[in-house]
Structures are given as C-alpha cells and as structure tokens.
C-alpha cells in the first residue's frame, strides 16, 4: 500500500465493528473467527462486499460464481479482507409479471445491505437488464466507493450458417412463423442457436444498454462493459475490480466523486451514439435522480438531437452483435469518436479521467464503430414526443422503425389489455390496414403491473399475411431493447391513472409527428372533457404486500419510476448505523 492514501486503518468503516475494546465487537470478532478466519486476516483491512445477483434461473449470470472467486483473488491480492453477499436475482426472462416491479426491491435492498454491515466498499455483479440500474440506485444512496462489474454480452447467436441475435431474431422469426414462412424445425433451430454461453443479451438492448452507461458514468473499469461475458479478458477484469476497490476505499472515492451533472451528461450522450434501449431513459434518470442529478426527458431529447448513431449494433444498427463491437474496439473507442462532445476531465473508478482512459483507444473495423462523418443515423437513438395523448412525454426509437412512421396520421385501435389484444392479432379476420395506429392501454408502471416489456405489439396476423412487418403502435408499456418497429413508449402519465391515453377510443385518428417531436389524438378538447368526467378509475392491482408498497410509490415513466420516498427530494440518506 502507497503512502498517498487518505485513510488509516483506524479511519475504516469497518472499525465501528471491528476496532473498540468492548463487548459488542468482541461479539463481532469471535464470530468471525467462527468463520474459520484469523483475526489478523480481517482486522485493520478494507472489508470489501462483493454484492452477487447470481441465482441458478438467471442464465445472463451464470457464470458469475467463477467471477466472484476472482473477485475475491483481487481483493485479497492488495491486502482486503472479501465477503460475498447474495442479494435478489431480477431475471429478465422468468421472472413475472416483469422484472421491472423488483427493480426498487434490489435498489432497497442494496442500500440497506451496504448500510447495515462493515463494509468499507462494494463490488457490484450484475448485467440482466434491471440489476444493473438496481444496484447503481442502492449504491449511490449508501455512499460508499464502489465499483460495477459487468456481467458481460453472451457470444453472438448461429443457426444453419445465420447470424443471430437476442430477441431481435426472436421477434423476426416468430413473424415468419406465424405467417407460415418458416417451418416447425427452422424454428426449434433458432430456439437452440439464440443463446450459446454465459452472458446478457448481445443486441444493444437493455443490458448492454445499461452496461456501457455505468461505463461511461466511470463506475467500471474503462472498457469493462464491452467485453464478452466468456472471455479470458472478462476473468482478469474481474480481478483487477477487487484490486481496485481496495486502493478506492483507501483513496476514499465515494460515488459523489464519479457521478456528477457532467459525467450524466456524458452517459446520455454515449447512450444515444450507441442505439440505445428505450429502457435507457427510465433508468438513467432514476440513477441520476438518486445522485442528486436533475436529469430530464427534455434533457434527453436534446441531446438525441445532436447526436449521432455511431454503433452499427443490432436493433438499431444492421447485421452486427456486441462481439463485434468488441473487437471494433469497444465502448472505449467509440468514445473517442465522440471524444469533443464529451467532458473528458470526468473521474472514473480507475482513478483516472475520461480522457486518459481513452488515449490509446483505435477502432479497428469503421463500420462496427462509424466516424462522425457516416453515421448509422444522423440524430441519436431516441426521441421524445409531446402533445394531448402524452402531455408528460412518449419516447419512440426511430433508428429502429420505418421512416414512413416518422410522420403518419391514421385510425386507433385500441385495446384495455394484454389477452384482448393477443386475441385479435391471431385473429386473420381482422379488419385493420397497414395505416391504422395499434393503441395498448393499461399497461404502465401501475397498470401493467410493474410497467411491462409489451410495448413491442405483435404484427396483426391478417397484416403479416400480406407482407407487412411493421405499422405505428403506442402504449404505456415499456420495450425489450432488442426490439424494433414503429413503437412509441411510456405515454406518460399512465391510462390506469387517468393519462389522456385512457380517453382514447378506437377509431380516433391519432397523429405522429417525430420532426416536431409531436403525439395528438385529433379529438376536440370539449369531447375530451366529456370523456373525462365520464371516466371512472380502475380497481387498484393489488390489496397488499409489494404489490401495494409499489403502487402507492412509484412514479411515473418521465420521472425514473423510482419510489416516492427514496429520491433525494424526500429526505436524507441514513447514516451510520449505531452500535451498542
């Protein structure tokens, strides 16, 4: 250890357990060494916690048990003392109604797991979509350095020579197959080729999303996000994460250090480069909004304006996957594409800024990782609209829908549920063209519930027949962010709250106007009055438990969807706990 730390021994966290001549830390030493360890092996070290949400359901971290141990190696390596702790596993493919109703259980529970025992710093081990924002949340509110491990993209999908990709090909096949092109043994092929090892989602969707922004905040290594989940680089990654986490807590690097209004403004900005999630705005703004950041859908939108798609990553991009990004160079040298858009003099976890952290970066194939002069898209991933069916804001992709979308007036047909709409889209009988707008209603954060992954509606089968793969959608619903199309998002506020999409009937003409950032139902205010007084509010989801705790406290899509009394706005953050 250098002489240039700030702390002593004496100044650890973990000394109020460890350190006092007196019977409650006699209590905690003597069960530590029930342990099996001496008291020389913890006693005066950092305690770094090495916060794991591996579970045997969650295949995205499968194989963080491995990364854990190496972890662990680190730690030990520079002279820390490391625990592991589970906490919750939020799976993005089993757990229902969504993973997105635990999201603020795994942030809560981060906080107060940090909070209540000695840990002088963190690892954080996550990726599936939601674990990533969930533990950043907690953490930023406990306050103690951390570092984020990144779970990693699995390698990229094969079937029959075809390059695959997650969720994407997924919707892509199940068109097919429901329209009869492909048959039974093409489709059981795609099942077993999509998902080949360890690791997230290898389209930029959500995990890979969220990943690359805890990157570019400077909560990872640099460059740790896009690396592929089985790689031996991912095995030493995970090891220096413990080796600095303990030079961290000696240098005390709290996270108020790394996340600020530059370095939020740094993260949107690579969000939009790289064709990012929808998912991306409910997330960035809850752990921004937690580090005391005002970050805001207007905020998001302007900086989609004036930045351009770089990574040519599937949905938005065309034809590559995560591995390749890998290999262009990675997060580190589409950066550096960016590099004057930035705030480079940003801190990191590493202890170095944002511009050292990409000095030496190189992209190696141009069209994984466009130049500013060919970009994928000229403007960034996302686009926030405005207007009588989303007074507090809709957010739509439009890299990864037909430009025909991009202005479009037409007839709603709007559905109250999930079976109804399912029901109808089999149904090839239906009368609908290609020019009607497909409405889902109650389907937000309290009316899905927990604000579900729908909002990528299925083609109407009667459509697909006829050769359409696309049409303009809209609900309150979140999307995969593997998925693409004309789909306009998290109508804010909620049907199920009242939100002006509750007073749309089918048959309205509904009007998309993405250049001026415009979303009308063309229905005079006085019939909306009407409709308004008329309407009388659903039966709440849910009568007790976290069901009841989450509907009483969420928020809305434009602000996070983070509970009420966990933002800054509400209180201060507990201290230390006493110890008597």
Same mark, same amino acid.
């Given at each position: 250890?250098?002489?240039?730390?700030?702390?002593?021994?004496?100044?650890?966290?973990?000394?109020?357990?460890?350190?006092?001549?007196? =019977?409650?830390?006699?209590?905690?030493?003597?069960?530590?060494?029930?342990?099996?360890?001496?008291?020389?092996?913890?006693?005066?070290?950092?305690? $770094?916690?090495?916060?794991?949400?591996?579970?045997? $359901?969650?295949?995205?971290?499968?194989?963080?048990?491995?990364?854990?141990?190496?972890?662990?190696?680190?730690?030990?390596?520079?002279?820390?003392?490391?625990?592991? !702790?589970?906490?919750?596993?939020?799976?993005?493919?089993?757990?229902?109604?969504?993973?997105?109703?635990?999201?603020?259980?795994?942030?809560?529970?981060?906080?107060?797991?940090?909070?209540?025992?000695?840990?002088?710093?963190?690892? =954080? !081990?996550?990726?599936?979509?939601?674990?990533?924002?969930?533990?950043?949340?907690?953490? &930023?509110?406990?306050?103690?350095?951390?570092?984020?491990?990144?779970?990693?993209?699995? =390698?990229?999908?094969?079937?029959?020579?075809?390059?695959?990709?997650?969720?994407?090909?997924?919707?892509?096949?199940?068109?097919?197959?429901?329209?009869?092109?492909?048959?039974?043994?093409?489709?059981?092929?795609?099942?077993?080729?999509?998902?080949?090892?360890? %690791?997230?989602? !290898?389209?930029?969707?959500?995990?890979?999303?969220?990943?690359?922004?805890?990157?570019? &905040? %400077?909560?990872?290594?640099?460059?740790?996000?896009?690396?592929?989940?089985?790689?031996?680089?991912?095995?030493?990654?995970?090891?220096?994460?413990?080796?600095?986490?303990?030079?961290?807590?000696?240098?005390?690097?709290?996270?108020?250090?790394?996340?600020?209004?530059?370095?939020?403004?740094?993260?949107?900005?690579?969000? !939009?480069?790289? %064709?990012?999630?929808?998912?991306?705005?409910?997330?960035?703004?809850?752990?921004?909004?937690?580090?005391?950041?005002?970050?805001?859908?207007?905020? &998001?939108?302007?900086?989609?304006?004036?930045?351009?798609?770089?990574?040519?990553?599937?949905?938005?991009?065309?034809?590559?996957?995560?591995?390749?990004?890998?290999?262009?160079?990675? #997060?580190?040298?589409?950066?550096?594409?960016?590099?004057?858009?930035?705030?480079?003099?940003?801190?990191?976890?590493?202890?170095?800024?944002?511009?050292?952290?990409?000095?030496?970066?190189?992209?190696?194939?141009?069209?994984?990782?466009?130049?500013?002069?060919?970009?994928?898209?000229?403007?960034?991933? #996302?686009?926030?609209?405005?207007?009588?069916?989303?007074?507090?804001?809709?957010?739509?992709?439009?890299?990864?829908?037909?430009?025909?979308?991009?202005?479009?007036?037409?007839?709603?047909?709007?559905?109250?549920?999930? /079976?109804?709409?399912?029901?109808?889209?089999?149904?090839?009988?239906?009368?609908?063209?290609?020019?009607?707008?497909?409405?889902?209603?109650?389907?937000?954060?309290?009316?899905? @519930?927990?604000?579900?992954?729908?909002?990528?509606?299925?083609? /109407?089968?009667?459509?697909?027949?006829?050769?359409?793969?696309?049409?303009?959608?809209?609900?309150?619903?979140?999307?995969?962010?593997?998925?693409?199309?004309?789909?306009?998002?998290?109508?804010?506020?909620?049907?199920?709250?009242?939100?002006?999409?509750?007073?749309?009937?089918?048959?309205?003409?509904?009007?998309?106007?993405?250049?001026?950032?415009?979303?009308?139902? #063309?229905?005079?205010?006085?019939?909306?009055?009407?409709?308004?007084?008329?309407?009388?509010?659903?039966?709440?989801?849910?009568?007790?438990?976290?069901?009841?705790?989450?509907?009483?406290?969420?928020?809305?899509?434009?602000?996070?969807?983070?509970?009420?009394? #966990?933002?800054?706005?509400?209180?201060?953050?507990?201290?230390? @706990?006493?110890?008597?």
């Amino acid at each position: 250890m250098t002489d240039s730390r700030r702390k002593s021994p004496d100044d650890l966290r973990s000394a109020r357990w460890f350190a006092p001549d007196d =019977l409650r830390s006699f209590g905690h030493r003597s069960r530590m060494m029930q342990l099996g360890y001496a008291e020389e092996e913890f006693r005066g070290k950092p305690i $770094i916690g090495v916060l794991n949400t591996w579970s045997e $359901i969650n295949s995205c971290h499968g194989h963080f048990p491995e990364r854990a141990k190496e972890v662990k190696r680190g730690v030990l390596q520079d002279g820390g003392f490391p625990i592991e !702790m589970p906490v919750m596993s939020v799976d993005e493919q089993f757990t229902k109604p969504t993973s997105m109703l635990y999201r603020n259980m795994l942030a809560m529970e981060t906080e107060e797991v940090i909070r209540s025992h000695p840990f002088d710093g963190v690892v =954080l !081990m996550g990726g599936c979509d939601k674990t990533t924002p969930a533990l950043i949340m907690g953490a &930023l509110s406990a306050g103690v350095p951390f570092i984020f491990l990144p779970a990693g993209p699995m =390698l990229r999908g094969n079937y029959a020579g075809q390059t695959l990709g997650s969720g994407s090909d997924a919707w892509k096949y199940w068109d097919e197959r429901r329209a009869g092109t492909i048959s039974e043994t093409e489709w059981r092929g795609v099942q077993g080729g999509i998902a080949r090892s360890h %690791g997230v989602c !290898m389209t930029m969707g959500t995990a890979s999303t969220m990943t690359a922004i805890a990157d570019s &905040l %400077g909560l990872t290594l640099p460059g740790a996000s896009s690396i592929p989940a089985v790689d031996a680089n991912h095995s030493r990654m995970a090891a220096g994460c413990g080796r600095r986490i303990v030079e961290m807590v000696w240098e005390d690097m709290t996270p108020d250090q790394i996340v600020t209004d530059a370095s939020v403004r740094n993260a949107a900005i690579v969000a !939009m480069a790289t %064709g990012c999630s929808t998912n991306a705005v409910v997330h960035l703004i809850a752990m921004a909004r937690r580090a005391g950041v005002a970050l805001t859908l207007d905020d &998001l939108d302007a900086l989609g304006r004036t930045t351009p798609l770089l990574a040519n990553i599937r949905p938005s991009g065309q034809g590559y996957l995560m591995e390749d990004f890998f290999y262009a160079g990675g #997060l580190l040298a589409m950066m550096k594409q960016i590099a004057d858009r930035l705030d480079t003099s940003c801190r990191t976890v590493a202890g170095t800024t944002v511009a050292e952290n990409i000095a030496e970066a190189q992209v190696y194939n141009d069209d994984v990782i466009r130049p500013l002069t060919n970009p994928v898209y000229h403007e960034g991933s #996302l686009a926030v609209l405005r207007g009588n069916l989303a007074p507090d804001g809709a957010v739509i992709k439009p890299a990864a829908c037909d430009p025909r979308f991009h202005v479009h007036e037409g007839p709603s047909l709007v559905f109250d549920s999930y /079976p109804e709409m399912k029901a109808a889209v089999e149904d090839e009988s239906l009368e609908i063209t290609p020019d009607h707008i497909m409405v889902l209603r109650n389907a937000g954060p309290q009316g899905g @519930p927990g604000f579900p992954e729908w909002g990528m509606l299925p083609m /109407p089968k009667a459509l697909l027949k006829q050769g359409h793969r696309d049409m303009l959608r809209i609900s309150d619903a979140r999307m995969s962010g593997t998925s693409y199309g004309a789909c306009v998002l998290h109508v804010a506020p909620e049907s199920f709250v009242g939100g002006p999409l509750a007073l749309l009937k089918t048959g309205d003409r509904v009007r998309i106007d993405l250049p001026n950032r415009a979303l009308d139902m #063309l229905v005079s205010e006085e019939e909306l009055a009407e409709r308004r007084a008329a309407w009388t509010p659903p039966e709440p989801r849910f009568q007790r438990g976290w069901g009841k705790m989450f509907s009483q406290h969420v928020g809305q899509a434009n602000s996070g969807c983070d509970f009420d009394y #966990l933002t800054r706005e509400h209180g201060a953050s507990a201290g230390e @706990p006493d110890i008597f």
